[in-house]
């Protein structure tokens, strides 16, 4: 996801990045280094005293000296869209925008925070709403000018303990600064739910391009193996006879992937190692082992996760072992 949205924000011609951590985060570091795979510059900020809501982001950063003033957005790594934000930031630029605001209607508004709009104009926004104004949501995709530095100087706790990006917005209404909204016309997700992430997974696969399929030089795919539609298959992943992929579909490297069917919609990391299964509209992390002539789909399975057929181990019955939030269907 982290990938994508920094794919997006360097295509609109941002190139100096902060991503927001947790202190003593490792892993989003690892996982993105210092940008130049993405053709940027990161850098990592660590929201310290927990997390206080979505301005204080932007007071830490201020504090840390990664916003100075300058115009910038700001982007919650939990969005995936579709659309090209170079025309959202090139409106911000000409129009001579304080601050612009990504909507998307949605069927659900009290999830997020909402403006109320009137004549074409911004003149309210609430977070999570009981009754809203409106059926728009204010994406995580915004724009500010230097006055959201100011916005963020005197702000109080809400209700909710955070202090509320919401706010920032309202800071800006209030002193007559000019504020604006686009609307997302193409797709946009939230991803704060399971389902959300597979869906969101299923329209990144729809958008693959031709250049980003086909077989690394260096896998190995058997004669017999049979594979059909937009796949991409990483260096060094194997894939062996008896296998029928069925794209869109992306595996990682250093793969193994024996008798096995892999459906439409699948998202496969690195080093995973399938036998015997069948699986589609599911995403599954790195260092996963699945074997289990079970059809596996509309699932998520994490890191270094292992599934097995339950009459493989003794006693029988089925073994689990299920982080807070599960769902497990048996």
């Known amino acids: 996801m982290l990938a994508y949205a920094i794919d997006k924000i360097v295509a609109a011609g941002v190139t100096d990045i902060a991503i927001n951590v947790n202190p003593g985060e490792t892993e989003i570091r ?10 940027c510059q990161l850098t990592y900020i660590e929201q ?9 982001i932007v007071k830490n950063a201020k504090d840390h000296g990664f916003l100075d003033g300058t115009p910038f957005l700001m982007y919650l790594g939990d969005n995936i869209l579709l659309a090209d934000l170079s025309a959202m930031v090139q409106r911000f630029k000409n129009d001579n925008m304080n601050c612009l605001l990504a909507l998307s209607k949605v069927p659900d508004p009290e999830r997020f925070g909402v403006p109320e709009i009137v004549d074409g104009r911004i003149i309210r926004v609430e977070e999570k709403p009981s009754a809203p104004k409106s059926d728009y949501a204010i994406t995580g995709i915004y724009l500010y000018d230097k006055h959201a530095l100011d916005a963020v100087e005197n702000m109080t706790l809400s209700h909710r303990g955070e202090y509320e990006i919401t706010d920032i917005h309202q800071y800006y209404i209030d002193n007559n600064l000019n504020i604006g909204y686009e609307e997302i016309t193409g797709w946009w997700k939230d991803t704060g739910k399971p389902k959300d992430l597979l869906i969101g997974n299923q329209f990144i696969l729809d958008e693959i391009k031709t250049g980003d399929v086909g077989v690394h030089a260096e896998a190995n795919v058997a ?5 059909q539609g937009k796949v991409a298959i990483g260096k060094g992943t194997v894939i062996a006879d008896g296998v029928l992929i069925r794209g869109p579909v992306t595996i990682g490297d250093n793969c193994v992937i024996h008798n096995s069917y892999i459906g439409p919609y699948t998202s496969i990391g690195n080093n995973c190692e399938i036998y015997q299964t069948e699986i589609e509209h599911s995403i599954v992390f790195d260092d996963v082992t699945i074997k289990c002539p079970k059809r596996i789909a509309d699932s998520i399975i994490g890191k270094g996760a292992t599934v097995v057929a339950a009459n493989d181990t003794k006693p029988s019955g089925h073994k689990l072992v299920i982080g807070d939030n599960s769902l497990v269907e048996l």
């Open 48 to 56: 310290k005293g927990g997390a206080k809501g979505l301005a204080h």
């Open 30 to 39: 690892e996982a993105c280094g210092d940008g130049s795979q993405f053709g």
């Open 223 to 227: 004669h017999n193996a049979n594979i």
